[in-house]
């Protein structure tokens, strides 16, 4: 099998450097995209001009990044629209991985706008439902980006907040939880409203509405459907005074405005003086999960995720530990859910949940920073994945 390689910047003292469509600056590293995953090797990678040293006989994919649901462009020259249509051998490979929403519809447009066959495109994806599916005409593979990506991160960034065993020190810590909450999302802001009302806060250490947005975007998002429709309607009327008198934007540390994911052993300290992690993933509703849980594994916390029950459930297919007994809930999807939780953990006693943590569940944290650390994320796997999608060994 080999990947041919299309729009690369001349760039030969740095990586390889994909061109995106858009202006000159729009480009992306290959190796953010694949270098992290296991058994990656750019050996079989070939620019399209060296296309006659490949055999003919063998899978070839033409490798390419969109970015689902931002946009669905794709820069693709002449050379390789015609390989698509005259090898049958060689297929357009598609990467949108860093968000899980898809524009399926969009992109088949797109590709018939380009005149690409639909049946030679294979996209990797971060959907799980869309794993081995057929949507408007393209061939999806879910493949595990994020687990893989945010290892990395942690393994080789020199400003990322990790903890290891000798350095806890549960004793002391003064809050029972932590919870991040710096982009606008409608759980985000419904599970704001639940920590507020449930006189959680001061139990806390919790930040909300980060990086500053207009407040025309928070004012849309907090009174959307989405939001209201997670809130029982009787409290409608306290809520929209609760986002103008108390909901105001809550910082913990400084972020690097630089970088979208925010890594800074800044937070640290955070992660160190509180017991446990309620973790607002990107996506409430999807099976998505992103270097958000992955840092609460990586410094130890027990953690719960505030959405799809389904995130816990692929945690646990992959070898993890979940801790829904310790938050006495077993989803929490909504207002009503979230204050079930709040309450469950407002009635254990700061030493006794101190106590508990250690005796019951830290060795389960130990765990799941070692698998993290250890787990095997192989590119070869993702390879079988793109040959028995195009039905060709």
Sequence with gaps: MYFILDKVLQAPHGGVILKLPGDENHTRPLDYMLGHFDDFTY????????YKFLEKDKLKFIFNIVHMPEWVDIEISKECVDLLHNDDNTFLCLMSVLECRLSS???????KRLNIPLHKVVVLCSDAPAHNQVLNGIKYI?????????????????DVSTTVV??????????KFLCLNRNIKPHRIWLMYSILR???????????NLPDVSPNEFDETSKSHHTLKRIPEHLHKD???????EMYNRRLDKLDKQYVINYNDSMKKYYNDSLLSVVTESDSTKNFITEKTYKAIMNLHPFFIVGNPDQHSLLRARG????EDLFGVESVMNYEQAMRMWQHLDSIDMPILKRNIKEKYLDKCIHNQRLLLTRKISWNDIKDSLSTTVGKA
């Design 166 to 175: 000798d350095e806890l020190d549960i004793d002391n810590a003064s809050k």
């Design 142 to 158: 879910c493949i595990n980006f994020w687990e893989s990506i945010s290892r990395h991160h942690h393994q080789t960034l020199p």
């Design 105 to 111: 519809l969009d992109l088949s447009n797109e590709c």
């Design 320 to 323: 993890y530990e979940t801790f």
């Design 239 to 245: 809520y929209k005074m609760a986002l103008q008198r």
């Design 43 to 50: 050996r079989d990678f070939f620019h399209i001009s060296r």
């Design 198 to 208: 449930s006189n959680m806060l001061e139990h806390g250490h919790v930040s909300f």
